[in-house]
């Protein structure tokens, strides 16, 4: 199923929950069903802990909530996409620590992202890139900075002072 902008609703959790958009519920839900059980996952332990300030994609449309997530019935929103970011004083990027997405072929992490830097006005670029998404952010990047050859990249790190702040090595040894 198809989603549209009018779908999602993204922002950070804290603010959702100000304006009373999600609630317990909606937390129960993601920290119950949709993160991982398995203790082995030690990155779930960081989302519910930092859950205040994770940023979010919800599903505003019911129709598709009860299509795509079948238990979710008790929760009175369902959170779509979720974005750990770190922010690092005076420095000119905010970094995406953990994306994740619960709908595939609907871009929303790209969507997420987008929603991310228009609302707070800061370019954003992973810490760490693993195997698997490779391809995801080698096409962001390209898209994003224009950046294609290991020089390109190596420069953008040089300059910008990143090394101390991401692991791209899996991307660069793929260039």
Request: net charge positive; charged share 25%; with cysteine.
């Amino acid at each position: 199923m198809k989603l549209y902008s009018s779908d999602i609703r993204f922002n950070s959790v804290s603010n959702l929950e100000r304006i009373k958009y999600i609630d317990d519920t909606t937390y129960t839900y993601f920290k119950d069903f949709q993160l991982p059980q398995d203790n082995t996952k030690i990155w779930r332990y960081g989302v519910l802990e930092n859950y205040k300030q994770v940023y979010v994609g919800i599903l505003t449309n019911d129709k598709i909530k009860f299509n795509y997530f079948e238990d979710a019935t008790y929760a009175s929103r369902v959170i779509v996409s979720f974005m750990v970011m770190i922010k690092i004083r005076g420095h000119p990027f905010r970094f995406i620590d953990l994306i994740d997405t619960y709908m595939p072929k609907n871009d929303l992490a790209l969507k997420m992202i987008h929603a991310y830097v228009k609302q707070y006005r800061k370019k954003v670029i992973p810490c760490h890139i693993i195997p698997t998404s490779i391809d995801f952010w080698k096409k962001y990047i390209r898209t994003s900075f224009q950046l294609e050859t290991i020089d390109e990249y190596e420069h953008f790190i040089e300059l910008h002072q990143l090394e101390n702040h991401i692991s791209w090595n899996h991307l660069l040894d793929t260039l």
